[in-house]
């Protein structure tokens, strides 16, 4: 059952609207300075850095690095999506923490924010070599 519902889930966050998903913590129209996440999709690029990343593994940790969840999210990408978040004024968003790189829901939302202030044009791996090298 468990299993059911982590594939079910993992399917919802790549091929949907993660800001749309109830517990998100960006909804759209929160963002007042900054294009909306819904202008673009990067479901398509999330899903290849999955694959590459974590082979779809909810809970991957790399210790070298200290990176978690299925794209491998790093304490620096957190701290850029929450300055991201204070720079574009997002009303009434808490900061993300490291450990919110396991719910699929929220990496996927902060792999939106990243890629759609540093990188939001570009082919699937353009994005994704982006994503990889960071900051």
């Known amino acids: 059952m468990k299993t059911a519902y982590i594939f079910i889930l993992l399917l919802v966050v790549l091929f949907g609207k993660a800001a749309s998903i109830q517990g998100s913590k960006v909804a759209d129209g929160q963002m007042s300075q900054s294009p909306s996440v819904s202008q ?78 540093h990188c939001p044009c570009g082919t699937i791996e353009q994005q994704y070599r982006f994503w990889n090298t960071g900051i």
């Open 40 to 117: 673009y999709d990067f479901g398509a690029a999330f899903a290849y850095a999955v694959n590459i990343e974590s082979h779809g593994d909810i809970y991957a940790y790399n210790q070298v690095e200290d990176a978690k969840g299925l794209v491998q999210i790093r304490p620096i990408m957190v701290r850029e999506v929450n300055r991201i978040i204070r720079v574009w004024r997002i009303a009434g968003v808490k900061d993300y923490v490291h450990d919110d790189a396991y719910n699929p829901v929220l990496a996927r939302e902060m792999f939106d924010l990243f890629m759609l202030y």
